[in-house]
């Protein structure tokens, strides 16, 4: 049988993609966590309804998306509304079910940092910020990020939290009054974090040929493994096929297969 090669990054999509249900609303933006948003569609969830915070709702774009303003996300899509609309009316009153993130550190609470490196009065680095992202990990049912497993990505603490896990731990949340469901799910190059009972992420599966030992040495504090760990199901060639040839043809967001 030939093997079959993806990169890191179809790894991440394909494997995000299978977390999301048939039926789900997820609030989703450009980059990889378009693609697997669209392969959820075209596989096992069908009736998934994706809506963009520039005001789309149940978004069927015929192209792949290079912004959240993109005009291909208008055509064939079931209502177009206010910013306000989206946020107010439907993230904020518990109609979204997954929030897809994204920044450049997340730590053991699953909190979120995309603003600064390095302390926020002086920065080395300046990253994009928040966008609608706090809002996102505040309301939504439940939230997944995708990131390559890196231990400067992975610190024990975030420099500056920009969207907030389960913040300090057990409890945190409900304190602060958010209501949603906070970060569930880290897919990563390696495997997969999940909270404990005390909102700390810890590692619950891992990729075919990874080992615990690569997830703890990638990650900036001393990682727990559960009990009973999951090896996640092979990369199958109908989901490369479809993000290959239907949805980022010219790999725009996809890096060629090693």
């Known amino acids: 049988m030939t093997e079959i090669k993806y990169s890191a990054a179809e790894l991440m999509i394909v494997n995000a993609a299978r977390l999301l249900k048939d039926g789900d609303v997820v609030f989703v933006g450009v980059g ?5 948003c669209n392969l959820a569609k075209r596989t096992h969830a069908p009736n998934l ?8 709702i149940g978004a069927e774009p015929e192209r792949l998306p290079l912004s959240i303003g993109d005009p291909t996300l208008v055509s064939g899509s079931l209502s177009v509304v206010s910013m306000y609309d989206i946020f107010a009316n439907y993230l904020q009153r518990g109609n979204v079910d997954v929030g897809f993130m994204g920044g450049a550190q997340i730590d053991k609470h699953g909190n979120i940092n995309a603003t600064v490196i390095g302390g926020y009065e002086h920065p080395k680095v300046r990253l994009p910020g928040s966008g609608g992202s706090q809002e996102i990990a505040a309301w939504a049912n439940r939230c997944y990020i995708m990131t390559p497993h890196q231990k ?3 610190p024990e603490k975030v420099e500056f939290m920009t969207s907030a896990g389960f913040i300090s ?3 945190a949340r409900e304190e602060a009054g958010l ?3 906070g970060m569930v799910g880290v897919v990563t190059d390696i495997g997969m974090l999940e909270p404990d009972e005390n909102g700390e992420m810890i590692l619950t599966a891992l990729h075919p040929g990874k080992t615990v030992e690569d ?3 990638n990650t900036g504090w001393d990682l727990k493994v559960a009990e009973q760990i999951r090896v996640t199901k092979p990369v199958t060639k109908k989901e490369l096929n479809i993000l290959r040839k239907e949805l980022d043809p010219t790999g725009i967001y996809l890096k060629s297969a090693g």
């Open 152 to 154: 400067r990505r992975f």
């Open 32 to 36: 990889q966590p378009n693609l697997a």
């Open 49 to 56: 309804v994706m809506i963009y915070e520039a005001g789309v």
């Open 179 to 181: 209501r949603g469901g």
């Open 215 to 217: 997830a703890k040495a």
């Open 169 to 171: 731990g057990k409890g």
